[in-house]
């Protein structure tokens, strides 16, 4: 028999999956990237408190849990939920999103009992790659005295082709080919300024929006002399939801800090993994439509 190599439709609408994330608008990407997926039995809780108190009654097939699940970590969260203490199933996967981490605290995840991590910026893509591992390729669970959760070792899948399955990938030693490292280091000066402009907004609105506009409009040309297509996407986007939302009541800082952040972890990436980086530019995209056409109907420009 034939294994099989993606879950099906019929399998994704029955799906009930839980978002633990103290942040609404990541609790919105997760989600959104679901429904494209077509999953639709969805619950989202701010903190593992809430979502143990959802859990009880909604019973989820499987848990996405950020890193920081608000007063109580993720890794506190699948603590609980493996000892059996939460109302919820033992066993339940447990997907864990972080936006970067290091060795020990991967290794500190593997003993918490995560089944799978996904990197932020989610896609749909990266989702499903994440829901088919746990679906189509579960692991033995282990109770032991030293350890409770799946099996933390891997079967190595041959005929997989797919860019940086998980977390603990290396990129390949071609990774940056088409940038220098010192192309890469000014670009993070970049984001970083920029990024502290997204948070001035809190505090002084306009100054804000407008310092980020210019210093995105000044560093355009730099930014497409890097040769990567996906970033000059990223960064256009940030500058097309500037341009249709910065000044209007719907601005979201979130929105704004998600495109630099974005940009961040794509200088990581390797080219290989081309599906991966054109699928986050897709969802950017999306959701800056989404938001611009928002905003433009609460001005009543759209009928």
């Keep these: 028999m034939t294994e099989e190599r993606t879950v099906s439709p019929e399998q994704l609408k ?7 994330d103290p942040n609404a608008f990541m609790r919105g990407v997760v989600a959104d990237s679901l429904r494209r997926l077509t999953v639709t039995n969805i619950q989202a809780a701010a903190s593992a408190v809430e979502a143990f108190q959802i859990g009880r009654t909604f019973k989820p097939d499987l848990v996405f849990v950020d890193w920081d699940a608000g007063r109580m970590s993720g890794l506190e969260f699948t603590r609980e939920i493996r000892r059996n203490t939460t109302g919820l199933h033992r066993e339940t996967p447990i997907i864990l999103l972080a936006g970067v981490i290091d060795h020990d605290q991967l290794m500190s995840a593997r003993q918490t009992g995560i089944n799978e991590f996904l990197l932020k910026p989610v896609s749909a893509q990266g989702v499903l790659s994440r829901i088919e591992e746990v679906v189509l390729r579960p692991r033995k669970f282990i109770d032991s005295r030293n350890y409770v959760g799946p099996c933390r070792r891997r079967k190595e899948d041959p005929a ?31 984001i970083e300024n ?16 407008r310092g980020m506009y210019r210093m995105l409009q000044q560093n355009a040309d730099e930014v497409a002399r890097l040769g990567d297509d996906t970033i ?17 009541d ?14 961040a972890i ?8 081309f599906i991966h980086r054109t699928s986050v530019a897709n969802e950017l995209d999306r959701l800056v439509n989404k938001k611009i056409h928002s905003a433009h109907e609460k001005k009543g420009d759209v009928a």
């Design 14 to 20: 029955r799906m009930k999956v839980l978002i633990v």
């Design 160 to 190: 997989y082709a797919g860019p940086w399955r998980r977390l603990t990938d290396e990129p390949p030693q071609n990774a940056r080919s088409e940038q220098s490292k010192e192309n890469a280091f000014k670009l993070r000066a970049i």
């Design 194 to 209: 920029l990024t502290a402009y997204a948070d001035r907004t809190q505090t002084d609105r306009g100054a804000g929006i």
């Design 232 to 248: 000059v996407r990223v960064w256009n986007s940030a500058l097309r939801y500037i341009e249709g939302v910065g000044m209007t």
């Design 250 to 263: 719907t601005y979201d800082i979130d929105v704004v800090k998600y495109h630099f952040q974005t940009i």
């Design 266 to 273: 794509i200088l990581d990436m390797p080219e290989e993994a």
